[in-house]
């Protein structure tokens, strides 16, 4: 069986991703736009109604115009930007979370893609909050590593021109604290307050480590690291694009060093725990464009048309 699909915004860093994972299957009929009437309602209003599967990959504002344009229920819209995802009628896809959320990326017509960093940032906090171990109310900081693709093409020329010396050095920013994935990490995470995030863009194409740190002496029972790298453990067990890695094992690190870029070219997601049972960081680990991105968007594409979720994705 084959499926049609649509991606709206194919110019962008994760259009032009999603269509790499789309073009290498024999499953897919992609549906062109003809660079002419790229910016034409009629045009593009025409492919989201004759395709299975829409994929935007643009700006908030144009995300909701797109969708407003679908006269078709039969169509899944999968949105990449940050405008549904808190969106109680969208699908949130990161299926990892839970059953319900897997299970709503099979049924519903609208899915929206998480942001890379509350992708990380999810898959390392809410277990410990679904597990009850930790209180909504507990005060979460984290902070990401991320290459520079994430910033789009604009950021990735400033870079790859090679005449900006200061681009040499890691560079922290979003420092009002009001980063725009806020707002699904803490609806997705169960967390009464947004947490206290500071991200950081190094001269690195691509990868993403998102670390977050964890004080015992809050938890709600008395825990410590092993019981952390337990809940983990036990959530993600039967999860083929997470892997926990063991507590306290050597190739956990290079020399001492933590690889960012170790997932990159992959849709999976490392898991570890770092510390003892006064202090604790968790790290999770993924390619931006892959399960941050691109890969993401692909994943909840198969789930939602009944094929393995798997299909396509490297591990």
Avoid at 159 to 173: F, I, K, T, V
Avoid at 181 to 210: N, S, W
Avoid at 285 to 299: I, T
Wanted: with cysteine.
């Amino acid at each position: 069986m084959s499926f049609n699909v649509f991606v709206d915004g194919q110019e962008g860093t994760t259009g032009l991703r999603i269509f790499e994972y789309l073009s290498a299957r024999d499953d897919i009929w992609i549906l062109r736009i003809d660079e002419n009437r790229r910016k034409d309602a009629d045009a593009r209003r025409e492919l989201i109604d004759a395709s299975d599967v829409t994929f935007l990959c643009l700006p908030d504002s144009a995300s909701r115009e797109s969708v407003a344009l679908s006269t078709q229920p039969r169509t899944c819209i999968i949105d990449a930007s940050t405008a549904f995802r808190t969106d109680p009628n969208w699908a949130y896809g990161l299926p990892e979370l839970g059953s319900r959320y897997r299970e709503a990326l099979r049924s519903k017509k609208r899915i929206a893609v998480p942001g890379c960093h509350a992708s990380a940032f999810l898959l390392s906090v809410h277990p410990l909050l679904a597990s009850g171990l930790v209180a909504s109310d507990y005060p979460v900081s984290s902070y990401s590593i991320t290459g520079y693709s994430g910033g789009g093409k604009k950021m990735i020329a400033d870079y790859e021109s090679g005449q900006l010396p200061q681009l040499a050095s890691p560079r922290a920013y979003a420092l009002a604290l009001n980063h725009k994935h806020l707002p699904e990490m803490r609806f997705h995470a169960g967390l009464d307050h947004a947490p206290i995030f500071t991200p950081i863009v190094g001269d690195f194409y691509q990868g993403l480590a998102v670390t977050t740190y964890w004080h015992p002496r809050q938890f709600v029972r008395p825990a410590g690291i092993a019981d952390v790298h337990a809940c983990l453990s036990a959530h993600y067990a039967s999860e083929h694009f997470v892997k926990v890695h063991p507590l306290g094992a050597a190739e956990n690190l290079d020399n001492g060093f933590f690889d960012i870029q170790a997932c990159n070219g992959t849709n999976r997601v490392d898991l570890f725990v770092f510390g003892d049972d006064e202090r604790i960081v968790t790290i999770a680990r993924l390619d931006n464009l892959g399960k941050g991105a691109a890969g993401a968007a692909v994943q909840c594409m198969n789930l939602h048309l009944g094929l393995d979720e798997s299909f396509g994705l490297t591990v």
